[in-house]
């Protein structure tokens, strides 16, 4: 039971220096250790960008678009949320510039403001923190973490901050605690570390009225004594408040790497919180994926292969499962367009398969060349999303002999296996219109997908425009591939899986949305034991 907690308590994370040094994995660290200690945790992430949500980004420019259970389409670092904390979060846990502004703008025409002047400071600032506070009530959570995207001095970051900078003016200092995250980079061949961009950066911070509590400092290195307390006195903070953040394993050795550093109890006594910590089952975890006894390789064939942030979910979908079955996942990553140039060398070498969930053309044909070599060499195959429909379509042109294909790929074949869905066609929007969040599946029993769920209704998250034609399902089951998950009316297809195959199964949802270090995905361990259950009894091709 959730201890007793007066009034909402604040942890407000930034950054410093540069972008991209791991504040998402800090603040979910932050929440990992709280939760450990018997209170509830929520987090909000703010995103400095005009976009109302991730769903129209280029998985190349921003990462994966991580799907909500109320089909949020947001910023990555709320799948470690979800992921550290082991919640359910909303599209409301997500703010954006866009959506701020738009918000005061749709106010303002409404005439919410009564004929005065809106400006940045205080309406969009006010609903800033109108905003965090009611989710921070709403989601029933007695600590909310915070964290600020982009970097301190950024001109798209100062409404944030001046928003969170009169949260704190409001809550009281001993509901709410900033911790500023920096780089504390090595110079020279003395290795040197330099705390001169942190003094920078903090001087930037306070130079807003913004006073860090905590120093997170980041480097390949933990810091040395000498640098902390540099670190401490240039930046008003006590040594034991710089914590140092050294590139870990994995990062899920992080909350740990924080907890020893005495990070949690400095927050729980400035926060005048009682102390029951249990790490357990985290460190039980922790200790399995580092101490792994067996070991495949599975390939992915997506086209965002150059920037592994676009299927961040799936990676740490393998971990989940790789602690779960003993087995350590290494990813072959596998350009989908290179298969089309025939440069498919890599496929001869796999235990397993994976086909992500994408969009468009570009690589579809190289998809489906590795779709057909997994399902004619009995390799274990998974595909999500676009990888279901192109395993469909693949089947379709291989084993019935079919002229077929998606409408997203070839709007004029002669078979439409996959077309757009009906409530979907004539829309023009393309931000928050596709098929999102999460539906129910029903199961059918004495199937793969029955064995690896062991019920016979599930829920998971989707994110397509496109689905199985109906007026196909029949032939397809005739000749062998079985739709063995359905929605609820039958109509949609939602799992297909080859019975005759050592493994071979796709979903029209992502299940990587839903895998948890503690709770791993089935379609995923399924896939691993698979390849593992291979790998040890075929001879290397």
């Not at 989601?139 to 001095?153: F, H, K, R």
């Not at 690896?452 to 689905?467: D, F, M, V």
């Not at 005759?500 to 948890?516: D, L, N, T, W």
Request: contains cysteine.
């Amino acid at each position: 039971m959730p201890k007793r907690v007066n009034g909402i308590k604040y942890v407000i994370v930034t950054g410093g220096v540069l972008s991209g040094l791991g504040k998402g994995i800090t603040t979910s660290s932050i929440g990992r250790l709280l939760k450990s200690h018997g209170y509830t945790v929520t987090a909000i992430k703010i995103d400095p960008y005009l976009n109302c949500d991730a769903g129209t980004m280029n998985p190349f420019q921003h990462g994966e678009v991580f799907v909500l259970s109320d089909g949020g389409e947001v910023d990555l670092d709320l799948g470690n949320y979800e992921r550290f904390l082991d919640v359910n979060l909303s599209r409301d846990n997500n703010i954006t510039t866009g959506r701020a502004y738009k918000s005061v703008i749709e106010k303002e025409r409404h005439g919410d403001y009564l004929g005065k002047t809106v400006q940045i400071v205080p309406h969009i600032t006010d609903e800033i923190r109108e905003w965090i506070k009611k989710v921070a009530q709403q989601s029933g959570a007695q600590i909310c973490l915070v964290e600020v995207g982009g970097t301190v001095g950024d001109i798209e970051s100062m409404p944030f901050l001046e928003a969170v900078r009169q949260l704190h003016q409001e809550v009281g200092h001993e509901n709410l605690v900033f911790v500023h995250t920096t780089l504390v980079p090595v110079m020279g061949v003395v290795g040197e570390q330099k705390t001169k961009p942190t003094q920078h950066s903090v001087k930037e911070l306070r130079s807003i009225g913004i006073d860090p509590d905590i120093i997170v400092g980041r480097g390949e290195e933990p810091l040395n004594q000498q640098t902390k307390e540099k670190i401490a006195l240039f930046c008003d903070v006590p040594v034991e408040g710089v914590i140092s953040a050294p590139d870990a394993k994995n990062i899920y050795w992080v909350p740990l790497i924080l907890d020893d550093q005495g990070l949690t109890d400095l927050l729980l006594n400035k926060f005048k919180l009682a102390k029951r910590k249990d790490l357990k089952e985290w460190k039980k975890f922790v200790d399995k994926i580092d101490n792994l006894e067996h070991k495949v390789t599975i390939g992915m064939a997506g086209k965002y292969t150059y920037l592994e942030d676009s299927y961040i979910s799936i990676l740490e979908a393998f971990y989940h499962a790789g602690a779960a079955t003993n087995t350590e996942v290494n990813v072959e990553w596998i350009d989908a367009e290179k298969i089309e140039e025939g440069k498919s060398e890599k496929l001869k070498k796999l235990n397993g398969l994976l086909v992500p969930g994408g969009f468009g053309i570009r690589g579809a044909e190289g998809k489906i060349f590795a779709i057909n070599y997994a399902r004619r060499n009995k390799i274990p195959f998974l595909g999500i999303c676009f990888g279901f429909q192109l395993a469909v379509v693949e089947y379709g042109q291989n084993v019935l002999g079919l002229d077929c294909h998606s409408t997203e790929i070839d709007p004029s074949t002669k078979h439409p296996l996959i077309y757009i869905l009906p409530e979907q066609d004539g829309i023009e929007n393309m931000g928050g219109t596709m098929r999102l969040g999460e539906q129910t599946i029903k199961i059918k029993e004495n199937t793969i997908a029955h064995g690896l769920y062991g019920k016979n209704r599930i829920s998971e998250r989707h994110r397509h425009r496109y689905e199985v034609n109906p007026g196909y399902i029949e032939k397809l089951e005739n000749n062998g591939l079985i739709f063995s998950g359905r929605s609820p009316d039958r109509i949609r297809m939602e799992i297909c899986e080859l019975p005759s195959h050592p493994y071979f199964i796709a979903s029209q949802f992502h299940p990587e949305f839903k895998s948890h270090p503690l709770s791993p995905a089935p379609l995923f361990c399924g896939l691993v034991k698979a390849s593992l259950e291979q790998k040890n009894k075929s001879p290397p091709r």
